[in-house]
């Protein structure tokens, strides 16, 4: 590796196939206020909440040394302050917040009575049948403001599951804190979607919380899919009072109904509304009859999901909510390429900032910009898509300070052990490879 690189990994600690250990690491600052300050700053943004996804748990910065040039790099960095304030934060019952920084540390409790010590369960609620987010995949929480819960905070699952009228693809829930006071025992559905594909990997949220990212699959080929959502609306019966092919009147349709399963006499299954405006609501296949219509709209849920309204890359940032828009992963040299193994990484800020990186099934990096706050599109000159493996990468993660993205990949099958790769995120071109465990004959990864 480039010195360069060395000395800008002794100040960030990169969790990715490896887990490593931070007994050096200290408490955070308990400033909060200064911290939020920090992050402003360093995203040229203002605070809206806290995000949490897989890159919590792998990228964890350790404490730079006052006054030292680690310390002026790390700063400029949103995601070392966004770990501060979840350090500050006070704790809840929110245990996908809280684990996935504190499982870094080591436990320095006396350990008394751990083999009788039982786990206590929050909640439960069904991804569908054999739903499941998958071994090394996290789902996506979103804290609104700073205190230890809101009972606006949202979090995001993948259910690995192929999106169909009876399932969904992906799903969130709100509603999280038992006890906390949000009006329910356990949490509700926020939105729940069919996006026509299946999600294996994890789910990334915006900054502000009102978009999430992820990849799905579309007959065997990659797709990165970008979605604004809405909050599902309750199961309600409109008094339709007139209809007209596929328009129907009728005076309580909500945009919150955009996307939901509509059902009722004279309307086919599987039909959908797609579109409201005041009391007329756009429905996605014709009804079948002239006369009278009766309707339901379905709140929704992982057997009864709702279809965001897809849209081009080109219309996406003007699309009202709920909507998506995917791009599928541009060709590598040899094929159309999967992911089954690589979830998105966003970049907050610098000269990179609104661009996502992911990798693929065959070993290359993808590099899509303007996703979040732009107009979405995939590189594919200047060395993107970019080859830093023979084989499936893990999820990336960008270096700001090195201007570089580093990826992991296990035994490529030429008798070489699990690697890390480091890609210049501007270029494309490798920088720096080094091998994470001994060779092997045998194809056993030996990280």
């Given amino acids: 590796m480039t010195r360069t690189s060395v000395r800008v990994i002794a100040s960030i600690a990169i969790f990715a196939c490896l887990v490593m250990p931070a007994r050096a690491q200290q408490p955070a600052a308990s400033d909060l206020n200064a911290q939020i300050d920090g992050y402003e700053r360093a995203a040229h943004r203002f605070f809206q909440g806290v995000p949490t996804d897989w890159s919590s748990r792998h990228l964890v910065f350790s404490p730079p040394a006052p006054g030292s040039q680690a310390e002026d790099q790390v700063q400029q960095d949103p995601r070392y302050w966004l770990q501060q304030i ?8 929110d245990s996908i917040a809280s684990a996935s920084e504190a499982s870094a540390f080591p436990d320095a409790r006396p350990k008394r009575n751990r083999r009788n010590k039982r786990i206590n369960k929050d909640w439960s609620q069904p ?7 998958g071994a ?16 606006s905070d949202y979090v995001a699952f993948n259910t690995s599951l192929a999106g169909a009228a009876g399932q969904a693809s992906v799903i969130s829930f709100t509603n999280l804190y038992v006890g906390g006071g949000c009006g329910s025992t356990n949490p509700t559905t926020e939105w729940a979607y069919n996006t026509g594909g299946t999600v294996s990997t994890s789910v990334t949220p915006s900054m502000d919380g009102a978009q999430v990212a992820f990849v799905q699959t579309v007959s065997g080929v990659a797709n990165l899919v970008l979605l604004k959502w809405n909050a599902g609306p309750a199961t309600h019966s409109p008094s339709v009072t007139t209809h007209s092919n596929t328009s ?16 009722g006499s004279n309307i086919p299954a599987n039909t959908y509304i797609t579109a409201q405006s005041g009391t007329t609501a ?29 849209v081009s890359n080109a219309n996406y940032r003007a699309c009202v909510a709920p909507c998506m828009t995917s791009i599928a992963f541009a060709p590598t040299p040899s094929t159309a390429p999967n992911d089954t193994n690589s979830s998105p990484y966003y970049v907050i800020s610098g000269p990179l900032a609104d661009t996502i990186f992911v990798g693929d099934d065959t070993g290359f990096l993808h590099n899509f910009t303007g996703t979040f706050n732009g107009t979405p599109a995939e590189m594919t000159t200047g060395g993107w898509p970019a080859q830093a493996a023979v084989v499936k990468l893990s999820g990336p993660i960008y270096n700001q300070p090195s201007g570089t993205v580093f990826v992991t990949a296990s035994y490529d099958g030429t008798s070489n ?16 490879t080094d091998q994470l465990g001994p ?3 045998s194809g056993a990864n030996c990280a």
């Fill in 86 to 93: 979840r350090r500050s934060r006070p704790q809840s019952g």
């Fill in 127 to 133: 991804l569908g049948s054999g739903g499941k987010v």
């Fill in 136 to 151: 090394g995949f996290y789902p996506a929480k979103f804290n609104f403001g700073t205190s230890a819960g809101s009972c």
């Fill in 248 to 263: 129907l009147t009728a005076g309580s349709f909500t945009a919150a109904d955009v996307g939901a399963h509509i059902t």
């Fill in 282 to 310: 756009t429905i996605s296949n014709a009804a079948t009859s002239s006369a009278t219509i009766t309707a339901t709209i379905h709140a929704e849920t992982a057997t009864a999901p709702g279809v965001p309204p897809s």
């Fill in 417 to 432: 052990g699990g690697r890390l790769h480091e890609v210049n995120a501007s270029t494309g071109s490798s920088v720096a």
């Fill in 439 to 441: 060779t092997t004959a």
